[in-house]
């Protein structure tokens, strides 16, 4: 059972963080994304840079709905097959305010969804400075309040809300 958490939490994050580079302003756009010689045999050397623009937008919107529509189906595909239970929020994405050095124990981590969440287990770890690090959070299955908080280059650790 353990495995397969396991293996439908790095579904679930490849897909979210594959959504996150998508939309990242760092993608180079589809010029320079594909070859010289098959961008012009695509034609798209006859478009303007505003409808490259435009086109790298769409690309980059069309890349994160579906990423996020895969991570998706995959969570109602195991709840329905009773792999995982599905108790309102069974998963919580967003990011961390600020610069994350890591958990001392006592460390409140505020996200930019509003939310405030708290250490619930007494651990320490120190990460190298991640400015605002994407975060995963889920519901432990046959817990009412279990929940572990991962986050993108600084490993995961058991949170409660706070508000």
Request: net charge positive; proline share 6%.
């Amino acid at each position: 059972m353990k495995l397969l958490r396991f293996a439908l939490l790095a579904a679930l994050s490849f897909a979210w963080v594959s959504g996150l580079q998508a939309q990242s302003p760092d993608f180079p756009g589809v010029q320079k994304a594909m070859a010289p010689a098959e961008f012009e045999r695509a034609g798209l050397g006859k478009l303007s840079p505003d409808e490259r623009a435009a086109l790298d937008r769409f690309i980059r919107g069309y890349v994160a709905s579906s990423n996020q529509q895969a991570a998706t189906a995959a969570v109602d595909e195991a709840a329905k097959e009773g792999k995982i239970t599905r108790n309102e929020p069974e998963v919580i994405q967003s990011a961390i305010v600020g610069t994350f050095r890591g958990y001392d124990g006592r460390t409140s981590f505020t996200l930019e969804n509003g939310q405030v969440w708290k250490q619930s287990q007494q651990v320490s770890r120190s990460f190298p400075a991640i400015d605002s690090p994407p975060v995963l959070i889920f519901r432990k299955p046959g817990m009412l309040s279990g929940y572990r908080m991962y986050i993108a280059g600084g490993g995961n650790i058991r949170v409660s809300r706070v508000r």
